[in-house]
């Protein structure tokens, strides 16, 4: 099986509509895969990640079910067979009022 | 509720920005009546709004900021039916300077000479350009690299480059301004900048008078009177003759002068509004009055404008891009409270109406007569 990544829904307008996608390619790491990911929808990665390559803050992802930030972050290794899901963390929706 | 505004030649559409959406407005030229479209972007904040009228065109800008996915710029040229929806992120910063793009504060068309240019203002405090319609854009990278900016700060709503004035009589200058940072001029197009901030007191400071580092607001020119400026600091009300060598403070007889927006009468250079908030901390209108202040003499001789606003327990905070008038004969004004309450007046602020409440926060307003 490849690395499969589930798209959230609000980003799914940029994956022509997947709610799941199968990377071929064998990526190492969780950043190849964001990486391969981009090639095909560049929409999804600059949502995932900033322009200099940083997951955004309100971004959370897992690989195998466990957060990357507790572990490898975008270095974290991939099975070759790992699932990961990109979802917008709950502190995303505050109202921060910024004067 | 979503749908497009059916504005006619000759209309007035204001566009609502707030922390969760957009919402359009739109009144045939008497404003007896307004009609609503939204939200707009639902959930995403919108900090900067903008009508290009250019070349034939009937175009809205929105920043759509969404804070888990980033901030775009969007287009629509059918009045809020369809918005464009960029796949990749238009506004980015090169990977050399290290930054990220925060959000955008300030969407402003080029002259109508160049009417494929735009520029935007952005946090961190960068100015980018676009030269193709707004489909790519770029750093100004003179600014970027100007020496004062290591040592600019964040005010309290960032580090933002919030206003940005287009000479209306030399095509090569252009002003900005950031909080904090102040003003900056460039006299050749954006290659170089100089700081402009003469005059400008900062209390916040140890220096009085410091050559960068004031926390200004906001700051409009009036296109008949080019070398006139007015701007809203962090305490102070200022007016420069000599585009922006040297400020003078011309808030004496304010009942604060603390405020966000400043707003310059679309055809009469000498009159200008503040909306006077109590003190940097409390910032709500002082004595619990909702009022704005007018000027007819280019600062001073303040007169309170107050008829249909709440007098009494009002602690609304109006932000600096929150405030806007339309090009009509009178002017309308209209002003949009964090509270989520939006106010117009058809007559130049003799009188208001509450067009909206339970908006929201509201952090611009932008009006523009299609």
Same mark, same amino acid.
């Given at each position: 099986?490849?690395?499969?990544?589930?798209?959230?829904?609000?980003?799914?307008?940029?994956?022509?509509?997947?709610?799941?996608?199968?990377?071929? &390619?064998?990526?190492?790491?969780?950043?190849?895969?964001? #990486? @391969?990911?981009?090639?095909?929808? =560049?929409? +999804?990665?600059?949502?995932?990640?900033?322009?200099?390559?940083?997951?955004?803050?309100?971004?959370?992802?897992?690989?195998?079910?466990?957060?990357?930030?507790? &572990?490898?972050?975008?270095?974290?290794?991939?099975?070759? #067979? @790992?699932?990961?899901?990109?979802? =917008?963390? +709950?502190?995303?929706?505050?109202?921060?009022?910024?004067? | 509720?979503?749908?497009?505004?059916?504005?006619?030649?000759?209309?007035?559409?204001?566009?609502?920005?707030?922390?969760?959406?957009?919402?359009?407005?739109?009144?045939?030229?008497?404003?007896?009546?307004?009609?609503?479209?939204?939200?707009?972007?639902?959930?995403?904040?919108?900090?900067?709004?903008?009508?290009?009228?250019?070349?034939?065109?009937?175009?809205?800008?929105?920043?759509?900021?969404?804070?888990?996915?980033?901030?775009?710029?969007?287009?629509?040229?059918?009045?809020?039916?369809?918005?464009?929806?960029?796949?990749?992120?238009?506004?980015?910063?090169?990977?050399?300077?290290?930054?990220?793009?925060?959000?955008?504060?300030?969407?402003?068309?080029?002259?109508?000479?160049?009417?494929?240019?735009?520029?935007?203002?952005?946090?961190?405090?960068?100015?980018?350009?676009?030269?193709?319609?707004?489909?790519?854009?770029?750093?100004?990278?003179?600014?970027?690299?100007?020496?004062?900016?290591?040592?600019?700060?964040?005010?309290?709503?960032?580090?933002?480059?919030?206003?940005?004035?287009?000479?209306?009589?030399?095509?090569?200058?252009?002003?900005?301004?950031?909080?904090?940072?102040?003003?900056?001029?460039?006299?050749?197009?954006?290659?170089?900048?100089?700081?402009?901030?003469?005059?400008?007191?900062?209390?916040?400071?140890?220096?009085?008078?410091?050559?960068?580092?004031?926390?200004?607001?906001?700051?409009?020119?009036?296109?008949?009177?080019?070398?006139?400026?007015?701007?809203?600091?962090?305490?102070?009300?200022?007016?420069?003759?000599?585009?922006?060598?040297?400020?003078?403070?011309?808030?004496?007889?304010?009942?604060?002068?603390?405020?966000?927006?400043?707003?310059?009468?679309?055809?009469?250079?000498?009159?200008?509004?503040?909306?006077?908030?109590?003190?940097?901390?409390?910032?709500?209108?002082?004595?619990?009055?909702?009022?704005?202040?007018?000027?007819?003499?280019?600062?001073?001789?303040?007169?309170?404008?107050?008829?249909?606003?709440?007098?009494?327990?009002?602690?609304?905070?109006?932000?600096?891009?929150?405030?806007?008038?339309?090009?009509?004969?009178?002017?309308?004004?209209?002003?949009?409270?964090?509270?989520?309450?939006?106010?117009?007046?058809?007559?130049?602020?003799?009188?208001?109406?509450?067009?909206?409440?339970?908006?929201?926060?509201?952090?611009?307003?932008?009006?523009?007569?299609?």
């Amino acid at each position: 099986m490849p690395v499969t990544v589930h798209i959230p829904g609000p980003l799914r307008a940029y994956a022509d509509g997947a709610t799941q996608l199968a990377l071929d &390619g064998a990526p190492a790491t969780l950043l190849a895969a964001l #990486d @391969a990911l981009g090639a095909r929808f =560049p929409g +999804v990665r600059d949502r995932v990640l900033d322009e200099q390559g940083r997951q955004r803050t309100h971004v959370n992802l897992f690989v195998d079910r466990e957060d990357v930030r507790f &572990g490898g972050g975008l270095q974290t290794p991939l099975r070759a #067979d @790992a699932v990961v899901h990109i979802l =917008p963390a +709950v502190s995303g929706g505050s109202l921060v009022l910024l004067p | 509720m979503k749908k497009a505004l059916k504005a006619k030649d000759g209309d007035v559409v204001v566009m609502v920005g707030t922390m969760k959406g957009a919402f359009l407005y739109h009144a045939r030229p008497g404003r007896k009546h307004f009609e609503m479209s939204g939200p707009h972007f639902p959930g995403h904040s919108v900090y900067a709004l903008a009508y290009d009228g250019r070349a034939g065109r009937k175009r809205l800008w929105a920043a759509s900021s969404s804070m888990h996915w980033g901030a775009v710029l969007r287009s629509s040229d059918d009045f809020g039916k369809t918005w464009t929806d960029p796949k990749a992120a238009n506004v980015k910063f090169p990977q050399q300077t290290g930054a990220a793009l925060k959000n955008i504060w300030q969407i402003r068309p080029g002259r109508p000479e160049q009417p494929d240019v735009l520029y935007c203002g952005v946090e961190p405090s960068a100015l980018f350009e676009s030269k193709d319609g707004g489909t790519s854009w770029s750093l100004v990278q003179g600014l970027w690299d100007h020496p004062h900016r290591a040592k600019w700060t964040p005010g309290g709503g960032g580090m933002c480059l919030h206003t940005i004035v287009l000479d209306a009589k030399d095509p090569k200058r252009i002003f900005i301004a950031t909080s904090t940072g102040g003003v900056y001029r460039s006299d050749d197009g954006g290659k170089s900048w100089n700081a402009r901030n003469k005059g400008i007191h900062t209390y916040f400071l140890p220096e009085k008078y410091p050559e960068f580092g004031q926390c200004v607001h906001k700051m409009v020119q009036h296109p008949a009177r080019p070398e006139r400026l007015y701007l809203q600091h962090h305490f102070g009300v200022y007016k420069t003759d000599d585009a922006g060598d040297s400020w003078q403070d011309v808030g004496k007889g304010l009942p604060s002068d603390f405020g966000f927006p400043i707003v310059v009468h679309p055809h009469k250079p000498d009159t200008i509004f503040v909306l006077p908030l109590k003190a940097d901390e409390f910032r709500c209108p002082p004595d619990g009055k909702l009022r704005v202040f007018k000027s007819t003499k280019g600062g001073g001789a303040w007169q309170a404008l107050k008829r249909g606003l709440p007098q009494q327990d009002s602690y609304e905070c109006v932000l600096r891009d929150a405030m806007s008038a339309d090009a009509l004969k009178p002017a309308g004004l209209y002003f949009g409270t964090r509270g989520g309450d939006l106010y117009a007046s058809k007559d130049e602020g003799s009188s208001w109406k509450r067009l909206a409440d339970g908006l929201p926060p509201v952090v611009c307003v932008k009006a523009a007569v299609v």
